[in-house]
């Protein structure tokens, strides 16, 4: 019989250590943008000022020395209590995010943190790990298949848009808006391609409709940008018919001539569902005005202000601007550690948080921000790799809501802080400070590198 110690030690040697050892090094890197971000002029440059838990550096490190404890016993634990409880988990979970808006304070008009004497907790950041777990029990069970089943493509999707909705509900569309991601690990395991041309069309048809929304008149009723989206519209609807018919001939000659009626069949479904895309493509452009129309005032500025149909330089898009500003002045090399100038004035609103790159970016200049950016991409690929190579769908499901999770967040942060998408308040990974999203992607890592170090048992 084996004993604990013998447990670790199988455990310990299954571990993906290559994992990490670039999660450490994300920590330390990310230590030290939040030293940047958060020195002022005329302290203390020594590690013990630094560390001074009265500080937001020192209590960085309380949260990445916890952080490491919690991964630890991750790793210690019996990985068959993820597959077990995890649908336990997914309904406490959800149980929590319906309770936050009554127990949390109001922080800058989000419900979405709740207080536990000094410290306070973001909820929806542990709801991701837990809502991963459900989507790999549900998409592990014997005899599953997305593409075959309305019912599997139901219960997949209410499982991602209940924490969106309760997410919603306490204000922090940026926390919700993660879950989409999760649409590419759908995609893996079974989503068809042209589900998601469809969504990705559908965001180029309504930004294109806002950005030519504002242009003068011409004939009375229909705008410039209106007669070139439509021809745009025809002429794809032209390419996606050829294309059909062609997929369509060469399924009749696989076919042996055995499926005439079929393809007569395929051609009548082939021409509703070109006639229904054009309609909805052209009632979408039509009406993305109106659809924003509904967003929040701060959330409709910041789309306008991205799109350039309006300059707002002292409001909406001081942020960016300033961001922007950070980062270009860092140069090839950087001004080196603790000596910004942007950061250390104080001319980014955030930038411990939401726009902790820029101090990557001044402090440490391209090649540094290069440097961040390729372990990120060493670790996104790394998660690709260990996925793939699980055993059971359970463990592979789970992989690809982390990479989704994970490229999301990286994405979106990223190109908020450089002006290619709307501010929309997400954290950078290991990077920016709190203790609720360093957990919660401690959480979602160290569960997936336990889930995978069980692997060999079930090999057996």
Known sequence: MATTSDKGKSVFAS?????????IALLAMGWMSICGACYEYGEPRDLLSLANFSTRTGMQLV????????????????????????????????????????LAHDIKGSLSWIKFGSFSLQPAEFAKFATALALAKFMGSYGFKLRDS???????????LLPMALIVMQKETGSALVYISLCLML???????????????AVAIVVVGLRFSETPAM????????ILVGIMILLFVVILNFIYCRTAAIREAINDGSATGSLQSIRRRRRIYIMLFA??????????????????????????????LRDDPSGV???????????????????????????????????ETDFIFCTVGEEQGFLGSAAVLLLFLALLLRLIHVAERQPYAFGRVYGYCVFSIFLFHLVINIGMVLGLMPVIGIPLPFFSYGGSSLWGFTLLLFIFLRIDAGRQRMLR
């Open 150 to 160: 309305w019912k599997n493509m139901f219960v997949s999707i209410f499982l991602m």
């Open 15 to 23: 571990i993906d250590w290559l994992t990490i050892l670039i999660y």
């Open 279 to 308: 309609v909805g493509a052209i009632v979408l452009h039509f009406s993305a005005s109106t659809l924003v129309d509904h967003l929040a005032d701060h959330q409709k500025n910041r789309v306008y202000v991205l799109l350039g």
């Open 187 to 201: 995609y893996r395991e079974g989503l068809s391609g042209f589900i998601l041309f469809l969504g990705l069309s």
């Open 63 to 102: 949260w990445i020395g916890s952080s490491m404890l919690l991964g630890t016993i991750i790793l210690l634990t019996d990985d068959r209590i993820f597959d077990t409880f995890a649908y336990l988990l997914y309904i406490a979970m959800m149980l929590l995010l319906l309770a936050t808006p009554f």
């Open 219 to 226: 004939g009375g009723l229909l705008t410039l940008g209106d």
């Open 317 to 351: 898009g001081y942020n960016v601007i300033q961001a922007k500003i950070a980062i270009g002045s860092g140069g090839l090399e950087g001004k080196g550690f603790l000596n910004g100038t942007q950061t250390k004035l104080k001319y980014v609103p955030e930038q």
